[in-house]
């Protein structure tokens, strides 16, 4: 009942209460290392399976011919498989009309569609953990046809429109069917966008990435920003 033995108790019950406090701190951060641990072997784990699994993914089938709503349904949209088709509607008459400049030119020469314009190969990019989108333009399609047909540039011009790319080019949809008879739905996309993609002249490039692949994306929040061109310098 002393001051020293009261504060005897004090002290020593200070240093069990601190000895508890610490060895729960240190228990918490084991759990931790065990779980990150865990976590990183169970990721090597992932990636190794990803790894052999694509080794066993077959090629995209190139079909020769336009698939069947049967066809179609059954052996890509079940499966959840993209494929592509070789000269598809070479009856069309886009397919030979559409390949020439001068034609797009004489029916499109007084149309101001919307127009993305991006850096050389770079549509998205992270720029100073900002996400860049593409600077949006309305030109006429004779300026954007002569851009394209520049062998040698900066940045890259294509046309967007969401969903409907028809209304801005009424001359040519003439030149196309209105509607595919064996795909009323973007499937395997499973987005809002369409997935149907016909290569006129040129080339497209996709990079698919199976879903088992997913978690060996990097990915993280950014704020998102947009491009403007400054004036006088022709820079994005």
């Known amino acids: 009942s002393d001051s020293k033995g009261g504060n005897f108790v ?3 019950l200070s240093s069990v209460i601190i000895e508890i406090h610490f060895k729960s701190f ?3 951060l084991l759990i931790k290392v065990l779980k990150y641990k865990k ?3 169970m990721h090597e784990t992932l990636r190794d399976f990803a790894k052999h699994y694509t080794d066993y993914i077959p090629e995209i089938p190139v079909l020769q011919h336009v698939p069947s709503a049967c066809e179609f349904f059954s052996h890509y949209v079940i499966p959840n498989k993209p494929f592509a088709i070789s000269c598809p509607e070479n009856h069309l008459p886009a397919v030979s009309r559409w390949k020439k400049t001068f034609y797009l030119e004489d029916k499109l020469f007084y149309m101001w569609p919307t127009t993305c314009v991006i850096p050389i190969h770079r549509p998205y990019p992270i ?3 900002r996400f860049m989108e593409p600077e949006i333009r309305k030109m006429q399609c004779y300026d954007i046809l002569l851009e394209m047909e520049r062998k040698w540039q900066r940045t890259e011009y ?4 969401q969903p409907n790319n ?3 080019f009424s001359p040519i949809a003439d030149d196309i069917r209105a509607d595919v008879p064996w795909a009323t739905e973007a499937l395997v996309h499973k987005d809002e966008y369409d997935n149907f993609f ?3 002249r040129g080339s497209r490039e996709f990079k698919l990435i199976p879903p088992i692949a997913r978690f060996c994306i990097p990915s993280k929040r950014n704020q998102q920003k947009g491009r403007m061109q400054q004036k006088n310098l022709g820079k994005i």
């Open 10 to 12: 004090f002290v020593l």
């Open 26 to 28: 240190e228990f918490v």
């Open 39 to 41: 976590m990183d072997k």
């Open 127 to 129: 720029v100073y953990e």
């Open 158 to 161: 294509y046309y967007v429109k």
């Open 166 to 168: 028809l209304e801005e």
């Open 198 to 200: 016909y290569v006129l």
